[in-house]
């Protein structure tokens, strides 16, 4: 199988056999102890309160979280998110490579899901397996030939990464449905001025309070063409959902309606909100419903959080769904291998960003090579998010490996393997008020206007708050930090536009040249600096 | 649409068929707003030629017609006035092709091959219509076709199996009835005997799908009016789609009226629709065809 190499060489990369007994990358500390450059100065204010100081703090950021119900809902109980008083930092040159790598992905992920759910091109050169994508639960026949009017199908993202042992950045899964967390990345700063303001002092920290303005104007540009002025809503499956909180917030500061599937309706493929002052057309739905639970006309019957007709509305061109309807497809971890191919296929580029080795389960020689060392490996369930389902080998019971070894068997389709791979560590402070290593992960949130695509610069740090823990997801209990990304320290010079602009990258990027010798992708500053001449013209 | 009338040449083997499809739903209470989706058009494929179509809906709405992803041509409608019976009618005149001649068929070699099998991938998936569990003896007939020399005559044998198996009758299955179902009661109708042709063919490997369409009299009746059927068989990749009809047993061809292809029923359905409201009954089906 000639393609499974070819696919499988740029995720793999240098790294494939990531040595897990190596110490864990920290963001903030050298090996030594001392703090990485930039660092200097956050490192001294936090000793300085010492841990009676940073008690207090804690005390006070939950009083203030508590006033500002900022909660999340874990199971039947809603609790403040647990935000940490130590920031995460990201250097302005990390950042500039996350950033431009980011925009690669997404450039890639677009034009995969406009080609599957049209021409299917990607699929007939073999480059992605037709099965892949047929057997994949989020792919939705009833989106096919749906054509958003300005191109775009991933309005909002929110690629996950980590930081591997050497520190370099890689994806760890791709959200492009509903990922939620933004509203916690604005309130982490606001409540980090609030209750520890010392820490802002020496440094430049680029703002994150832009974002509502940014995604507002990406939803008005994705509105039907015809229509000067469109009205945009946010569509919310209701207070029990876990991520209501964030969806009013959205609404509220975007300044838009925040609605439920009973607020709309369908006429004539016409969507209507139902307002005091009588019915008002809609032209954009900024949507946090499932697509399942969307149009009970083409997806679940008994959905009664949708609107009846909503995609045929779609389909006429009078109403745009975003993100649209079967992005699940591109996010399914038994894709995610491909998507470095992708990559090179759709841009000619190599990826700057790369992927964290993946075993294709319904490979008989990966698969076999995955279950004879099963409590190395972490197993993931192929088409589900947040951490549910995943089975983490070294701390698994016996049960639990077995159980595991079981649904591979059955269904190798469902189920994606992963070596162990240990993320970076973050000083985060521990009950009594010291500060100990915990794990973080990083979730940029990209928004795609259509003609370009803005990345705020923080994202959500997700920390593992347990010990030695690897998993982050709220929905497992983890928290959060407040995430900087620094200032340049200078002027950027003619070279760099890409900062120079602020952070928006072009979109649709310019068509690539063929690439012959492409350097080694883990040689980062290369890849980078020949993306930012690429870009150079159209900024 | 005017279309010129010229009988068919029946030494051609082809008809130009006229086809008036009348159906809907009637419900016990008052309906504010009903959705639908009407598959009912008949496709210019294969030497099948649609020459005109209407679609007539009481009450009035306006249609969006679209292509879905099996290729079929879809009518959407959404009704907003308080109605209590929903009756669609559909017109369409087609030149049928006459009976295709095949070439050879292919190996099983070729059927294994990861190409085909990733091409083929959707027609050889269980579907909630169609499992490929093969209990109660079905399994014996996959095996039976996997010692046939040629996917061909193991298709053959899969018809042959299924017609013992099912007798044909209306009323001792519905529109849920799974294969798995059918096959138990041995009983069903042509969609009844579609599911359980798929279920053994893609058992074997064999791609196979779904074909939603209209069926005439066996032999050209000119000028005259006859009831038809709404229909169901199977096509099977076999070196190229090959028709095959398990609920009568005859060739495929200028009789059989191709409208929507998929992977069991649920792609294909005639007409389906969404409304609030209490219980419904479907008003039935009358199909006429009159062969110009």
Known sequence: MPLVTLVQNPGKGATVTAVPTMAPFDEMLLPDGRPRPDHGAIVETLSGLGPSGLVERARQRDAYLDRHGITFTLGERERPLPMDLVPRLITAHEWRHIESGVVQRLHALEAFLSDIYNDGEILREGLVPRSLVTTSTHFHRQAWGLIPPNGVRIHVSGIDLIRDEQGAFRVLEDNLRNPSGVSYVLENRRTLAHVLPEVFAHHRVRPVNEYPERLLAALRSAAPLDVADPTVVVLTPGVHNSAHYEHAFLARHMGVELVEGRDLYCRDNTVWMRTTSGPEPVHVIYRRIDDDFLDPVHLRPDSVLGVPGIINSARAGRVTIANAIGNGVADDKAVYPYVPAMIEYSLGEQPILPNVDTYDLSDPDERAWVLERLERMVVKPSDASGGYGLVMGPSATDEQLAKARRDILENPRDWIAQPVVTFSTCPTIVEDGSMAPRHVDLRPFAVNDGSSVFVLPGGLSRVALPEGSLVVNSSQGGGSKDTWVLGEAHVPDVETPVEATGSSVPWPPPPAPERVNAPDMHDDRIIQQERQQQQGPSC | ?292
Not at chain 2, 265 to 292: F, M, N, R
């Open chain 2, 1 to 292: 649409m005017t279309v010129p009338l010229h009988p068919s040449d029946s030494s051609l083997g082809g008809r130009r068929l006229h086809i008036q499809h009348r159906t809907g739903y009637r419900y016990a209470d008052v309906v504010d707003a009903s959705f639908n989706e009407v598959r009912m058009t008949p496709l210019s494929t294969d030497g099948q030629l649609l020459l005109s179509h209407t679609l007539d809906i009481q009450p009035s709405a306006s249609i969006q017609p679209y292509t879905d992803y099996w290729g079929a041509l879809v009518e959407a409608f959404d009704v907003h006035v308080p109605h209590r019976l929903l009756e669609v009618v559909s017109i369409s005149t087609v030149d049928t092709p006459r009976l295709p001649v095949w070439g050879p068929g292919g190996t099983w070699e070729e059927l294994a091959d990861p190409v085909t099998l990733d091409a083929q991938s959707e027609f050889l998936m269980s579907t909630p219509y169609v499992d490929l569990d093969l209990l109660d003896g079905r399994a014996a007939i996959r095996d039976e076709m996997r010692d046939q020399a040629s996917p061909g005559e193991a298709a053959s044998v899969a018809i042959a199996r299924v017609r013992e198996r099912l007798s044909y009758e209306t009323g001792a299955t519905d529109v849920s009835t799974t294969a798995h179902q059918a096959w138990e009661s041995q009983r069903g109708v042509c969609q009844d005997f579609t599911h359980t042709t798929l279920s053994v063919l893609r058992a074997a490997g064999i791609p196979a799908r779904y074909v939603s369409g209209y069926l005439h009299t066996e032999e050209p009746a000119v000028g005259r009016t006859v009831v038809g059927e709404s229909h169901a068989w199977v096509e099977y990749w076999d070196a190229g789609w090959r028709a095959l009809d398990p609920t009568n047993d005859r060739a495929v061809g200028s009789a059989h009226v191709t409208v929507a292809r998929g992977r069991d029923y649920a792609d294909v359905p005639p007409l389906k629709g969404i409304y609030a409201g209490g219980q419904s009954e479907g008003l039935g089906v009358t199909v006429e065809i009159t062969q110009l």
